[in-house]
């Protein structure tokens, strides 16, 4: 049974996660004093995009999260994932975040990009030891249903998260490292009948045997990184494509 997500514009197949590890301990607040702007209203009629409205709700999202307010932060995600998204789980990603990159010092400049599906906003954010890009994800009616954090991990580190947080059933989580413009299709209840459907045939998930980085390609800058999963009635392999940016772009979860 063939259980690929399908990326329409590219026809690769498609499964992402967040960028998850263990820490002790969060760090000191960003040394950031910033107070949230009030709730923006995401307006867009026919075909125009309010740019200006989309910045702003961007601004917001990062904002809060520099100021540790989480649950604030997740009443501005779509109803569909602040459900699977907790405020811990935020915490969580943010403390993984700035303790590779030091806080954050202050948002550089945006890009908005439409897309058929989605408004996508690229936020260039100045940290203190490096420049970053986060992407927030808009559907056509102006809720955000993706935040892309910089990634700070390997493909191959990377390949082992999405697997492992898949096994672990934390679905949005894993969800964060889907490409922007197919958050507005895939959910995490989405990823949840796909792995339902590998252990139906595999049985239960035990561990990760090995894990193998290809070449490069030439043309694109693509990665591909080749996870050998043990389950209960045998090995599976599972492919990751991954772009320029060590961003997913393709998993084949079929053989």
Do not use: C
């Not at 000191?28 to 307006?43: C, D, E, F, M």
């Not at 867009?44 to 520099?66: C, F, M, P, R």
């Not at 990009?113 to 954010?125: D, G, K, L, M």
């Not at 995490?188 to 796909?194: A, F, N, V």
């Amino acid at each position: 049974m063939n259980l690929s997500l399908t990326l329409k514009q590219t026809g690769l197949p498609l499964l992402v996660l967040t960028l998850v590890s263990t820490i002790s301990a969060l760090p000191a607040k960003a040394q950031v004093k910033l107070n949230p702007p009030r709730p923006v209203q995401v307006v867009q009629s026919g075909d125009k995009v309010d740019q200006e409205a989309l910045k702003k709700k961007s601004a917001q999202v990062i904002e809060l999260l520099t100021q540790e307010k989480y649950e604030d932060a997740r009443r501005l995600l779509s109803r569909d994932l602040a459900i699977e998204l907790t405020a811990d789980q935020m915490a969580e990603i943010w403390a993984n975040l700035i303790e590779v990159t030091g806080p954050v010092k202050k948002i550089v400049g945006y890009r908005v990009i439409p897309t058929i599906n989605a408004n996508i906003v690229v936020v260039e954010t100045q940290f203190n030891s490096k420049t970053d890009e986060f992407i927030i994800t808009f559907n056509q009616q102006g809720d955000i249903v993706g935040v892309n954090f910089p990634n700070v991990a390997s493909v191959d580190e990377i390949a082992q998260i999405v697997v492992n947080a898949v096994a672990a059933n934390d679905f949005a989580r894993a969800r964060g490292y889907l490409h922007p413009t197919l958050k507005t299709e895939i959910l995490p209840t989405r990823l949840q009948t796909s792995w339902q459907k590998i252990q139906q045939e595999s049985g239960l998930f035990e561990r990760i045997d090995n894990i193998d980085v290809l070449s490069s390609s030439s043309v694109d800058q693509s990665n591909i990184v080749v996870v050998e999963a043990k389950f209960q009635k045998g090995i599976r392999t599972f492919f990751f494509i991954f772009d320029n940016n060590s961003r997913i772009t393709g998993i084949d979860l079929a053989q």
